[in-house]
């Protein structure tokens, strides 16, 4: 089990389902009674209706937290009752119960209503409770995200009040005084500077971290042959990096573990937007925004939040992703131990053309003075494993893993299970790769996206063995698009 279905189950199970409704729509009496049973032995509230039109009702009256409708009722279907549940009431979760194995069906109620899960009948009881659970578990998931980004919303706003206060005061001081271009972007980045402080009292030293990272990027900028204003933009975009953490808990700013909660990482990878947010409607601030909104993508497309690869990003923002993995390496601000500047570099050089551009890699170099980076691995002693950092050696304690850590960034490491003892990222990898024109879109990251395999050609160019393979594992046909995995 992966450690993100690990953490879901237990917040799952952690939660008072005695706080949550469901509210069950089936036309049958008797199917209705057996659901009520099932979800009152699991402490759920429970309501049922015999018609869309009464569920409709309910919902108007009543607060709701999952629906769970049968397909084919009189008046209107379970889709078209769950797509106005969708347009009426947006945050609850939704689930189709039917007993036809006609893939058309479920396609329906994907489309309309946006269904969080598709069940067959009969259903098994276990199997039902542990799928409301989950669907519970994501609708407090979303509720908690939801007020972190109102949160970090407000904080955006009295920060971008005072910038506008410290704006005032600046040309209330200079009203009197005449001074040229060059004068007045000095003022504007002393200005942005005291922005960066006052923000980053958050953390005193994310605040030098911020300072160390701007005063290199200016270095490899100059070297590149960088404008005066490109140079200035990328160290504004230096200082102001970690703009986003701001809305983050104090416990995601050290000994933060990418590897762990699986909700908490996807929170954590949204602070580089967060930034973008703050200070791309400032003044003369667009560049600067995109470049902290991408300084955590990497040149092979592993980075966060698009996933973006090699020249897709601009040159500003890959100095400040690998000049920022070369700082949090030397400082304990991540949680892992200290690393010399030269065990540092070692490490930034040794992932030249993987995680960091290339280019930018010979300037960092360059900037810190060294010809040759040693290709030894990092902290190698007599007997001890070359492939690992002298702090990861040993007996001593594990930390919380650094993103330069070699096992987070192996080739061909997708370990991450789609649905629960049938398929898993990896096993969908080996197949594919065994149809030609056969391939994986991974739309998952997009809003109603789902993980497709598409055939060139269309569908209909598709091997008998690769659509039986895809059938067994779940997969739904779309006649235009390909196939997709709806249970995600």
């Not at 008797?30 to 509230?45: C, E, N, P, Q």
């Not at 009752?81 to 039917?98: K, N, Y």
Request: glycine share 6%; aromatic share 6%; hydrophobic share 40%.
């Amino acid at each position: 089990m992966s450690h993100s279905n690990a953490s879901t189950d237990a917040v799952a199970h952690a939660l008072d389902l005695s706080h949550y409704v469901i509210l069950c729509v089936d036309d049958e009496p008797h199917i209705s009674s057996a659901l009520r049973r099932i979800f009152d032995m699991a402490g759920l509230s429970v309501m049922v209706a015999a018609s869309a039109s009464e569920a409709l009702n309910l919902l108007a009256e009543n607060e709701v937290h999952v629906v769970l409708s049968d397909m084919h009722m009189p008046e209107m279907n379970g889709a078209d009752f769950l797509a106005q549940v969708r347009i009426r009431w947006p945050h609850i979760m939704r689930l189709m119960l039917t007993g036809t194995t006609d893939s058309s069906v479920a396609i329906d109620a994907i489309n309309k209503g946006e269904i969080y899960r598709y069940l067959a009948k009969p259903w098994d009881n276990d199997e039902l409770v542990c799928v409301v659970r989950e669907a519970i578990d994501k609708y407090a998931l979303i509720s908690e995200r939801d007020q972190l980004l109102d949160l970090t919303k407000q904080q955006n706003s009295e920060l971008s009040n005072m910038v506008n206060i410290l704006e005032e005061k600046v040309q209330e001081r200079t009203a009197d005084l005449t001074k040229s271009l060059t004068e007045l972007r000095g003022s504007y980045i002393a200005s942005i500077k005291a922005y960066s402080k006052l923000i980053v009292l958050k953390n005193h030293g994310l605040f030098v971290h911020s300072q160390a990272v701007a005063d290199l990027c200016v270095k490899i900028a100059r070297l590149a042959g960088c404008s005066q204003s490109e140079v200035q933009d990328i160290y504004i975009a230096g200082l102001l990096h970690d703009l986003g953490k701001i809305g983050l808990p104090e416990s995601m700013l050290i000994n933060f573990n990418s590897q762990g909660d699986e909700y908490q990482r996807k929170i954590y990878e949204s602070h580089p937007k967060s930034g973008e947010d703050c200070l791309g409607s400032l003044y003369e601030m667009g560049q600067i925004a995109s470049y902290i909104g991408m300084h955590h993508e990497r040149f092979d497309g592993t980075g966060f939040p698009k996933g973006l690869k090699g020249q897709q990003t601009p040159f500003g923002a890959r100095v400040l992703c690998a000049v920022e993995a070369y700082e949090e390496l030397k400082t304990s601000l991540t949680g892992t131990d200290k690393l010399s500047s030269a065990d540092a570099a070692r490490m930034i050089h040794q992932q030249s053309g993987k995680l960091f551009c290339p280019d930018v890699c010979h300037l960092l170099m360059k900037a810190l003075g060294i010809d040759k980076p040693d290709s030894q691995p990092l902290g190698s002693t007599d007997g001890a494993d070359a492939s690992q950092p002298a702090h990861h050696r040993g007996n001593t304690p594990a930390k919380a893993e650094h993103p330069l850590k070699p096992s987070n960034f192996a080739d061909g490491q997708k370990t991450d299970v789609l649905i629960r003892n049938v398929l898993t990222y990896s096993e969908l990898m080996a197949e594919i790769a065994q149809h030609s024109g056969a391939g994986i879109v991974d739309e998952r990251d997009k809003p109603k996206g789902y993980l497709w395999v598409r055939q060139a050609g269309g569908v209909h160019n598709a091997s008998p063995k690769l659509v039986k393979w895809l059938k067994d594992h779940r997969f739904l046909i779309n006649q235009e698009k390909g196939w997709f995995l709806p249970l995600l």
